[in-house]
């Protein structure tokens, strides 16, 4: 019959069955789609690769995991990176290449285990009796993190939950960051927003209570007819997971719904309005705010808002969202890759596929991405406990569960891990043709725009979940194999690819196969 293309649609899909994902890539690792093209993920290396002074951020990776970035320029142009760990905070000055520990001296360092956040309001309505403090809820850990938010060009710092301070640190380099005078302790998270008022959500007596400070000072929270200072709790049930910026607005996601919050001025100084039930995010860490929406992981589904609040299609979710909403969920971590018009995240998959046969491994080892721009999904795996798009770096800024940080998205940059390089991708079911005939495949097309080389494998089938038979391997590389077709012997009823390669600049179209329908199933 001749060439048939395999035009798939970007991104991979798992949900359901395989079968049911005939015609679609099933599953992969550190590959993504641009404009249509198949292409490794950009390579990483140790940051900064001219100074190496990054090595390490923490001194013992059996008790200490970094969990928490940001980035930031000073008003002498000074980039600035800062890391929070459940021993401390640590900053990096990019311009002495420099890395100082600053951690309060009041801090006491928390141990790695997850905390359970008890206390009235929290948790999913009608869980246990109205009025009574929520007894030990062990599908919802609080993993220990920081929130950090800019105060100019200073750092607000403070653990999420509890027991938790509000720091402040001046870009000194020689003092520590300080609690700031007179704010709110044990709270959930924190917020500054653009009238330069410090807002905080949650404690562990009313889990909905937000409280904020007077405008232009962080140690002002008694309110009075001469500040802005105030407070409100929130209707519903759910601890209040944090307050990100919307265009001229604030979205408030708790456990359970979520809310706007909108600056009005004196006497009531904000406004809040419940826009959404069944909405809650599975951690503070996991909601990732843009220009144009805040997106989530909640509890079976994502959620995004863009003004009003719904639910995302994903077309993984069957792979994930267990594995995001479960024990270890408080370990995800969002973020944007803005180069790339990605948001990531971080998480800890059910059953590491690094170590299927570890019952000690529980840590983050797996990535989801959704490109909100072309709209599709794709997962991966990578050891890394937090990772942020800081714009100061010129890509992904990751640290590992060593304390070695890496920059991510070098184009052309092989993978500094040892055995991180490999790229693979998989389809699900091709049928070329109806019924019950076999096919027999001659030859493959490949499509290459920039020079690679990948190697293809065809898992043959001649029934549903029936036994599988692999042929090749079959080297596909550009530019030897321009316009030239790899010739290959393969059949079946339905035919599978399974495609490997290395990160390197490759970028892959559409595949297109030489077949010939004979005979049925033997």
Partial sequence: MGYETLAFPAGMSSNGTLYQNRGLWYDGDRVRWHRGLIQP???????????????????????????????????????IYAIG?????????????????????????????????????????????YGTERTAMPDTPLTFNWSFRNW????????????????EWAPTFTSPAVPVANAPVNFSCFHVTEQRIVMVGGDTTEPRKMVWSDSENNTVWAPAITNQAGSQILSGAGRVLDIVDFRDIMLIVTETDAHTCRYIGPPYIHGFDKIGDDCGAINGASIVS?????????????????????????????????????????????????????????YQSNVPPQFPDSDDYDDVDSYVVWDYQEDHWYTGTLERS?????????????????????????????????????VTLTSGPIELTKGDSTQYISAIQPDFIKDGEVTLHIIGQDRPNGPETRFGPYVVSYPSNTNQPVPCRARGHTVRLEVTGKSSTWSLGDLRLDFVPAGGKK
């Avoid at 609040?309 to 803005?338: H, M, Q, Y």
């Fill in 41 to 79: 993920i950009g390579g990483w290396t140790p940051f900064p690769v001219a100074t190496g002074v990054l090595d390490s951020v923490i001194l013992d990776p059996t008790v200490e995991v970094a969990r928490t970035l940001k980035s930031w320029q000073l008003n002498s142009g000074s980039s």
């Fill in 85 to 129: 760990t459940n021993f401390g905070l640590k900053v990096f000055n990019a311009s002495s290449a420099t890395v100082f520990d600053v951690t309060p001296t009041s801090f006491v360092p928390v141990s790695l285990t997850p905390a359970i956040f008890n206390g009235y309001g929290t948790g999913a309505y009608g869980r246990e009796a």
């Fill in 152 to 167: 100019g060009e200073n750092l607000l710092a403070a653990p999420r939950g509890n027991p938790s301070t509000l720091y």
């Fill in 290 to 346: 843009t220009d144009s929406f805040v997106v989530w992981p909640g509890i079976g589904s994502f959620f995004l808002f863009d003004g009003t609040v719904k639910r995302l299609e994903c077309a993984v979710a069957d792979k994930v969202l267990n594995a995001l909403s479960g024990v270890n969920g408080g370990k995800t971590i969002g973020f944007v890759n803005p180069e790339w018009s990605e948001i990531w995240w971080l």
């Fill in 386 to 422: 937090v990772g942020g798009g800081l714009p100061v770096t010129g890509g992904p800024f990751m640290v590992g569960f060593d304390g070695v940080c890496y920059q991510h998205e070098i184009a052309g940059t092989i993978p500094s891990d040892v055995g991180s390089s490999e």
